[in-house]
C-alpha cells in the first residue's frame, strides 16, 4: 500500500499495513496530514517511520533504509536537530549492518553535524573508521565516545579495538580491563578479530 502526501511524496506501508501496529499507525498520520497538513504531522509521520525502520533493521536493512531516506526527504519541514540526527543515525546504522561501511561513514557525519556530541554515533563511527583504514580517525572517535560516557563498557571495547587496530596493545588491554569491569558480560560476547592479539597476552583480563 502506498500513501501520497501533499506534496507529491510517497510513502511505501506494506501489502497488509493492518497487521503491523506502526505501519497502521503511519497510514493514518498521513490521512491526516492530507486532509490537514501541519508540521507537526509531518514531525509525527518522521518519528513513525524512525520507528519502523528500527523494527526493521534487523530484518529487512534495505526496507529499514527505505524508510529513514523517506523521512529524510521531509529535511525542510523538520526544525528538531536531534531527529535529524536521528534519522542520519539509524540509517548510518542500517548501512553498516549490510556491510557498507562508506556509506555508513557519510550518514555518521550528517548525525554528527547535528548532534556533535552524542557518544553513540561516535562510537559507531569509530567502528566504521576502523573498518575502512581511518585508525586515526577511529582512535579520534573512540576517544571522544569514552569522554562523554566513560560508564559504557561497550564504548571501551570500541577503543580497545581502536588501539588493537593501531598496534597499542598496552593501551588496548588497560581499555579491555575498563570494559569488562564496566560490563562483565562483554566477556561472553564474540570479540572483533582485531582483539584476537591482546587476548593472547599474559595481561589478557580474564
Known amino acids: 500500500m502506498i500513501l501520497a502526501l501533499a506534496d507529491g511524496l510517497v510513502v511505501e506501508l506494506g501489502d497488509h499495513p493492518e497487521q503491523d501496529d506502526t505501519s497502521a499507525r503511519l497510514a493514518e498520520l498521513v490521512e491526516g496530514y492530507n486532509v490537514r497538513p501541519t508540521s507537526d504531522v509531518l514531525r509525527a509521520i518522521v518519528e513513525t517511520l524512525c520507528s519502523r525502520a528500527k523494527q526493521r ?26 531527529l535529524v540526527a536521528k534519522l542520519y543515525g539509524l540509517r548510518a546504522f542500517a548501512s553498516a549492518a549490510m556491510g557498507d561501511h562508506q556509506a555508513a561513514l557519510v550518514d555518521y557525519d550528517a548525525a554528527l553535524e547535528w548532534a556533535p556530541s552524542h557518544p553513540t554515533y561516535r562510537n559507531n563511527r569509530s567502528v566504521c573508521r576502523r573498518l575502512c583504514g581511518d585508525l586515526r580517525g577511529a582512535l579520534d572517535d573512540a576517544r ?23 598496534g597499542e596493545d598496552a593501551d588496548a588491554v588497560a581499555a579491555l580491563r575498563r570494559a569488562l569491569r564496566l560490563n562483565p558480560s562483554l566477556s561472553r560476547q564474540t570479540y572483533d578479530p582485531v582483539l584476537d592479539r591482546v587476548r593472547q597476552r599474559d595481561d589478557f583480563p580474564g
Do not use: H
Not at 536493512?61 to 536537530?81: F, H, K, M, Q, V
Not at 566513560?150 to 587496530?165: F, I, N, P, Q, V
Open 57 to 82: 533493521i534487523e530484518p529487512d536493512p534495505a526496507g529499514a533504509i527505505s524508510d529513514l531516506t523517506t523521512g529524510l526527504e521531509l529535511l525542510p519541514y523538520i526544525d528538531r536537530p536531534a
Open 144 to 166: 571522544a565516545a569514552v569522554a562523554e560516557n566513560w560508564r559504557s563498557g561497550l564504548y571501551w571495547l570500541t577503543l580497545a579495538e581502536a588501539y588493537t587496530a593501531r
